[in-house]
């Protein structure tokens, strides 16, 4: 299979999945309204959609490498697409709870089994550019995750917006199917091979920078996403729409990524690419921290989402190369680790936003984040050692 055949095959998968999970955040006081809960309870979808997302990943990642990738993906999509379903008839906010550890879980089965078959069939020297291009229809579906959902709410309700999100999965998981009919079936799982693969993994001092690096970059990143919207209508910027136009403007910036990592590799180089996705998503956390309005907000997300991509493209490419013989296992360690950042994110910035305010929360993050990208550009451009196999 070519490689442009791949990235399209795993494209479906992304953008749907990205969508189910971007798509609850632009929708928060909405839902919140319909279900009478409040806007700080039902902000924490986020967070039980992306702890399962996190602590999935130590499970798929070994199954994926000794069953088939393919074979796993095909698997928690059809749990995806059952989740959703039932997330239309959600009574209330407990229930929508459940379903949503339940897709997020689910979820974890997409993107990062992904990366792992990318970097199974494309060589290391076209593997970034390959990987922004996959990206392309992961931040598509972010930004009609954070936009659009939050448009369509106003008008087909949220019980619409996850009728579409689960018929974008139908539609993946037949991409998937069909498109990855002829793939091997792989082997059986051994938990025995596994952990020995997990210790050399975590005896790599590579791989252990690029989890810690990418733990840290999901907490300070996106802490803010599921507060845009509850802050912007308590400051009467706007409502559900305008939260998702600001949301939107990340992914935009991870578009302006995808099409300038070309130039970017050849006239900066890894660690220029690093230090400057730190300072961009720092200067990003910075503006939101002013609280204007949804216009200002959307050209801090653009700046954030430009920085984060910068950032995390970099760490991707990398850490497909550090197990080559367990990539999987590797990219699922390297998911965990994002994803556990990212839940937890949530939760500080909540705890932040409580005790010193929108300005201080974010300028604390800021800092972290501009640290993120002089470490990464520092330790990461030396010549890697020993590899886990």
Do not use: C
Not at 19 to 42: H, Y
Not at 169 to 186: D, E, H, N, S, Y
Not at 194 to 212: C, G, K, M, Q, V
């Amino acid at each position: 299979m070519s490689s442009r055949n791949l990235i399209l095959i795993l494209a479906t998968s992304g953008f749907a999945s990205t969508f189910s999970g971007r798509s609850v955040e632009p929708m928060v006081g909405i839902i919140a309204r319909d279900l009478s809960s409040t806007p700080q309870t039902i902000a924490l979808l986020s967070a039980a959609f992306a702890l399962p997302y996190a602590f999935i990943q130590p499970v798929l990642g070994p199954i994926g490498d000794a069953m088939g990738k393919e074979r796993v993906m095909k698997v928690a999509l059809s749990i995806l697409f059952l989740a959703l379903a039932a997330s239309i008839f959600a009574p209330n906010a407990a229930t929508l709870f459940t379903l949503r550890i339940i897709a997020g879980a689910a979820a974890g089965g997409s993107i990062p089994l992904s990366i792992a078959l990318i970097g199974d069939r494309v060589e290391i020297d076209r593997r970034q550019v390959a990987l922004s291009r996959y990206f392309v229809a992961v931040i598509v579906g972010q930004l009609a995750g954070s936009s659009f959902a939050g448009l369509l709410a106003e008008l087909i309700g949220w019980r619409g917006v996850f009728t579409l999100s689960m018929s974008m999965v139908a539609g993946a998981l037949a991409a998937t199917a069909i498109g990855f009919r002829g793939a091997q079936p792989g082997g059986e799982f051994d938990l025995r091979s596994a952990l020995r693969r997990y210790r050399d993994i975590l005896s790599n001092p590579r791989a252990l920078t690029l989890f810690s690096l990418v733990f840290v970059e999901g907490i300070v990143i996106f802490g803010i996403f599921p507060y845009v919207a509850p802050l912007l209508e308590e400051r009467g910027g706007g409502g559900a729409a305008q939260a998702g136009y600001a949301i939107g403007g990340f992914a935009i910036g991870g578009l302006i990524f995808s099409a300038l990592v070309p130039w970017m590799l050849r006239r900066l180089g890894i660690g220029r690419i690093l230090l400057g996705g730190g300072f961009f998503a720092g200067a990003a956390l910075v503006i939101l921290g002013m609280g204007g309005d949804w216009r200002l907000d959307a050209v801090a997300m653009l700046l954030l989402g430009l920085g984060f991509y910068m950032l995390h493209n970099t760490f991707q490419a990398q850490v497909t190369e550090v197990a080559p013989g367990a990539r999987a296992s590797a990219v699922a360690l390297h998911a965990f680790s994002f994803f556990s950042g990212q839940a937890l994110g949530v939760v500080l910035m909540g705890i932040g936003l409580r005790s010193v305010g929108l300005a201080g929360a974010t300028a604390i993050a800021a800092l972290i984040v501009v640290g993120v990208g002089l470490v990464a550009s520092v330790v990461l451009t030396r010549p890697a050692g020993q590899r886990a196999r």
